[in-house]
């Protein structure tokens, strides 16, 4: 490409605002014409190197089942709704959240917590989907998830790892690359502790790439005869599988390369591991890794529970933040915790609380956010929303803005519909001020 023309290319795109790509190609219209040769695909393709080459990366923790916003980040202690549980002051004066997360208490410089997220969705699936989306499903149309629309745009296809990588759990209706391909489906780990399965070739490798080489020939001929889209499918798989099982990076999935004191540092259990794993593969040029803590669904003995499942989350969350802080990381990393929905107000007769998607929260950190700040809230019962409410869509047009990615940009679905990554909502400002 043209010097000249690179050189528009890359001021367009790093404004401080992100950069639509009408806008985008309206910028550089004046530079193709002094320049003299110009293309749309060398634009498209520039304005993607551009977003690529700023490192940005994603790490979602989600809390599958539905976390109690009583018991984590909005605490209502002078209030029979807030049952048993007593806040605890954090390293921000003024700002208290449950007694079951100390740790992230510490770290509440680098965190800024929305009280007021609000939907309609109170079935674990329709919020799982919608939390993982940004949209419900849609007739006839596979949507990518969240993860998948960002290493689709924002990953690194020269890197040899999986852009997106999901720790702990299948988790059914969160989705994976929808109509932009298998490619972009999230590799599932089970478990950090142990490597992905059967990613470890039982032959030289010259002998196994002599037999990749064989499936290929028996593919071709399949889909000269029926199946082409299957064996597409079915080639990109093996090509990205084959990939990542000869190359060096698949040491960022040996935790035992960590020493005793880091990894002591992010404490015991799964979801430990997990987010240890997180940091290695993003260090790795992985873009999305997301993590999974199952068991949020108090419908019973929910303060009990709670504090079983916020003592697994808090150490690792709270270290994961600190040490992407102290690797100058944080920065370039969104690190998201959330879950499906928030639990009642009031507590039920088997002491637990059941689905509540009208008033809950989520929690960001790094990736440009302002730390040290709380976003709306509740009224003293926690029963509705007072201050600042804000939607699904608006998370998700926040998110992509803190990735620097043109929410507004359109992927055109398989049946030739052209879908935005998100539909409507606005960015949370306050995020980043």
């Excluded at 390369?257 to 593969?281: H, I, Q, V």
């Excluded at 915790?337 to 507590?347: A, I, L, S």
Aim: glycine residues 10%.
């Amino acid at each position: 490409m043209n010097p000249s023309l690179q050189h528009h290319i890359s001021v367009a795109v790093r404004q401080k605002r992100v950069v639509g790509r009408r806008d985008f190609l309206r910028q550089l219209s004046a530079a193709s014409l002094a320049a003299g040769a110009f293309s749309w695909t060398d634009a498209i393709s520039a304005s993607a190197d551009e977003l690529r080459s700023r490192g940005m990366a994603c790490i979602l923790l989600w809390m599958q089942g539905g976390p109690s916003q009583f018991e984590t980040f909005s605490p209502k202690p002078d209030h029979a709704n807030g049952g048993e549980t007593k806040a605890i002051a954090t390293s921000v004066p003024g700002i208290h959240i449950a007694e079951n997360l100390p740790r992230c208490a510490q770290v509440m410089d680098d965190l800024a917590i929305i009280r007021s997220m609000t939907s309609n969705e109170g079935n674990h699936q329709r919020a799982t989907y919608l939390l993982h989306h940004g949209y419900l499903p849609l007739t006839g149309v596979k949507l990518p998830t969240l993860g998948s629309n960002i290493s689709h745009q924002i990953g690194d296809a020269a890197n040899q790892l999986p852009g997106h990588v999901r720790i702990g759990d299948r988790l059914p209706n969160s989705g994976g690359g929808g109509f932009l391909g298998v490619e972009y489906d999230p590799l599932v780990l089970q478990n950090a502790n142990r490597p992905p399965q059967n990613t470890t070739p039982s032959t030289s490798r010259e002998r196994y790439q002599r037999r990749l080489g064989l499936l290929d020939s028996i593919q071709s001929n399949f889909a000269s005869a029926a199946g082409a889209q299957v064996v597409a499918n079915q080639r990109k798989l093996v090509d990205r599988a084959a990939k990542m099982i000869l190359s060096p990076s698949m040491d960022a999935f040996e935790l035992e390369n960590e020493s005793s004191e880091m990894r002591a540092s992010y404490g015991e259990g799964d979801f430990a591991t997990g987010c240890l794993m997180a940091r290695r593969l993003i260090e790795r040029g992985v873009t999305f890794v997301e993590v999974v803590s199952r068991g949020w669904d108090t419908h019973q003995d929910n303060f009990n529970r709670t504090r079983e499942l916020t003592a697994q989350v808090d150490q690792p969350m709270a270290t994961l933040i600190a040490d992407l802080k102290s690797r100058g990381m944080l920065d370039k990393t969104l690190v998201i915790w959330m879950g499906e929905f928030g639990r009642t107000p009031q507590v039920n007769p088997r002491s637990g609380r059941g689905h509540y998607p009208k008033a809950f929260n989520v929690v960001l950190a790094g990736g440009g956010v302002q730390g040290g700040q709380v976003i709306g809230q509740t009224n003293a019962d926690g029963t509705a929303i007072e201050d600042r409410p804000v939607a699904v869509n608006d998370l998700f047009q926040s998110i992509y803005h803190t990735l620097k990615i043109d929410a507004d940009q359109e992927n055109i679905s398989r049946v030739g519909r052209p879908i935005k990554l998100v539909d409507g909502g606005n960015v949370v400002e306050e995020l980043f001020s």
